[in-house]
């Protein structure tokens, strides 16, 4: 049972058992109070508990959002971006939490722990002090009760009366207050049960509103997380490619190192141990130096740096080279020496040791010494195919057989082209299809060769090819527009150059893409998305000459150009784009597309030093290209074509080229506006070839469209003369703006139609000569400047090609070569 209720006639007789029953009443109060007090301390606990919470969380928030990804290369896949800023989502998704959290304990505070606070002091603390005076009058009361009961009756009769009076007046102030009292604990009684739970219940209404806030943001969340799945799996997909890719190339580095040896026609770097003389009695040491060497020059820059002393760089020291001589054992007793002769230190001799015997070789060939050379000096892009796969009509019949035979056979199997047949079938069944005589099988009703052996042999004949259906040449060209730009910029950029493409590569290639078109439309049964057909034929249909980690890490925008190739095919195969940017065929010409500046390297010179040279006014483009001949090697044998074919020259500059510089891998631009020029230039002469070990820079000849066609002049004497002729023509001239630009990034300029940039020199061709048909993805260390040209503090040749560096409006940055003429 509960309390007993008091009842007012009670508080005359003012009996035991209603005095039992008040303190049950005040019992109640005070357990009440005692609730509301460590309520009240549990809250502030909660609330500071949730600040430190709150706090803890913003730190999180700020840290995820105040970290960035590195990446590897010079562009992000989309994909990545969008992993790059989910940091950034996060720390906002968290933000906005806390946001909302701090909402709620301002809330709390005013809904709950006022209330509550409140009702405890004004309510509960006046009972105790009603309680207090009730307690003083109940003393009063019967103190003078008992003292008048006390009196003796023989005291005089007025004396008893005014006795009787004041008791009386007591007896009445005390009933009253019992009264009040009783009046007072029982309506506490009855209004503590709104006055707590009131408050309890706005405080589960914020409690939930505050997770009704999160469940909101969580479901705007759940579209952007969907799609950041999406990301992380097809990032997730391109990397374990790119890693088995990286793998295989760093086995075949440990197998054979002297192969890919990192080599430059520019420059060689490596370590050698050179002897600094004392005075005696002391003798001489030996000090390891990082040494590289600038052959045109004939440069020797040497780094001292110790990897024991903590990787610490020394100082620079730079020598000219006259002639280098190997040195015999039984004139120094250390082996792999060499004695260089130094021209600006007359009657000095450095020597110098290498690290072993090819090393030792190797430098005698860089240095023009007369040592054999060794045949780690070249290495010539090749794989042992034991199938010899070419695009004939015969590789063209194979292609539709089996591409018929997939889609009436096994569109709906699950893993299709990922799922690989047994090798020694592969290769059975391909050599048996590229076969004149025997190809005449049907794989769509020979039940002898299953799905998974013909789709293994289709992508076999693919890599087996001797150049990738999207060719070596326009590999960059395709490469670039997956790095940057719009979605629209992206396929219209891929559907030029599809079109320049050779006629057998482009149908080859359309009737592949619209076959993959059909097996990703039934991805719901093969489970062979566009992102998965992608990963499997990106490394399949286009790859770089040279195999570097560098060009590996490109794998992820192959796949993305075969994405678009594959989305697009209809509009990408059906007809020739009507425009393309920057066309040189053009003989108007537009102000080139400028989506993204990694967009228009597609249009960048191939060459470290700007070979090119944009002729406004005649509407013409001419490229110089300069070759020179190295005497130590004699492996002139089978002619080159002439420069026309556009094609072939792509192919033996990129065969030549560094086997670890990404720069030197084929670009599109330099091999379609080479085509353009067939008439403008004289044929080339002069012949290379490779010796049964090794590819090296052989002889060569320089030719321009200033020459008249059919002429050819000496390497040396045409190089001189052209870059004479050039240097002129810019020197001590201003250069004014023929396109509007506005600038994607901080380091470039903006203008208008008309800017003038006023410069001393600019310069727009190369520096002195220098084998530019190699590229290098680095300019050679200290290059001298061009001839006659006189330094400016507005407008000079900028290090990455096809730029220029100029002030406007007080403001220095990079130009856009092909945006100015020279007045």
Known sequence: MGLHPLEFSECYLDSPSFREKIKAHEAELDKTNRFIKELYKDGKNLINATKQLGMAQRKFAQCLGEFQFEYIGDAKTDDEK???????????????????????????????????????????????????????????????????????????????????????????????????????????????????????????QTVFTFYHQG???????????????????????????????????MKRIREAPQEYRQTSPISCEGYLYVQEKRPPPFGSSWVKRYSTFVKEQKILHMVTFDHRSGGKIGETESVTLKSCVRKTTDMLDRRFCLELDITDRPGTVLTVQALSEDDQKFWMQAMGGKEPIG????????????IDAQLDDVGLSFVKN????????????????????????????????????SNEVDLSASEDWDVKTITSALKLYLRSLPEPLMT????????????????????????????????RNRQVLGLLMKHLANVAAHSKLNLMTVANLGVVFGPTLMRPQEETVAAIMDLKFQNIVVEILIEHHEKIFADAPESCPLSPAAPVFPAPTRQSKKLNRQNRPLAVYNPQALDIQNGKRHTYVHLYIFTPLNILKEPMSSVGDSSSLTTDETSMGSN????????????????????????????????????????????????APGESQPAATTASSEKEKLDESVTGRKAKAVYPCEAEH?????????????????????PPPSPSLWCSPHPPLDPPPPHDAVSSPAVTQSREPGWLEGELEGKRGLIPENYVEML
């Open 472 to 503: 070596y040449g326009l590999y960059k060209g395709f490469i670039s527009p997956a790095k940057g730009g719009s979605p629209e910029s992206r396929i219209q950029a891929v559907h030029c150059l599809v079109h320049k493409l050779p006629e």
């Open 660 to 707: 670890e510089s990404v720069s030197s891998q084929s670009s599109s631009a330099s091999a379609s506006e080479m085509t353009a020029e067939k008439m403008d230039h004289a044929p080339l002469n002069t012949t290379l070839s490779s010796g049964s070990n090794s590819k090296a820079p052989a002889a060569g000849a320089s030719w321009s469209s200033s020459g």
């Open 746 to 766: 901080d380091s470039e300029l903006s203008f208008q139609v008309g800017a003038i940039f006023n410069a001393g020199s600019v310069s727009s061709v190369c």
């Open 402 to 437: 089996s591409i018929s035979a997939i889609e009436t056979r096994g569109i709906n199997d699950q893993g299709l082209y990922r799922v690989v047949g047994v090798s020694s079938k592969v290769q059975k069944l391909l050599s048996l299809m590229i076969d004149e005589k």
């Open 82 to 204: 969008c992993i790059d800023e989910s940091l950034q989502e996060f720390s906002s998704f968290l933000k906005n939490l806390e946001d909302q959290r701090e909402l709620m304990m301002r809330n709390i505070t005013e809904t709950l722990m006022k209330p509550l606070e409140k009702f405890r002091k004004e309510h509960l603390g006046t009972v105790r002090a009603d309680r207090k005076k009730y307690e003083k009058e109940t003393e009063k009361y019967y103190s003078s009760l008992e003292k008048l009961l006390n009196m003796s009756a023989k005291k005089k009769e007025p004396q008893l009366q005014e006795a009787d009076i004041q008791v009386e007046t007591m007896r009445q102030h005390f009933q009253e207050e019992s009264l009040d009292y009783v009046c007072k604990l029982q309506e506490i009684q009855e209004r503590k049960k709104f006055e707590c739970v009131e408050p309890m219940l706005a405080f589960f």
């Open 375 to 386: 045949h780690y000096l070249g290495r010539t892009y090749s794989k042992e195919r034991g």
């Open 215 to 249: 469940f909101e943001l969580a479901k705007d969340f759940d579209h952007y997380k969907r799609e950041l799945q999406i990301n992380i799996q097809n990032t997730r997909s391109r990397f374990e490619g790119t890693r088995s890719e990286v793998y295989e190339l």
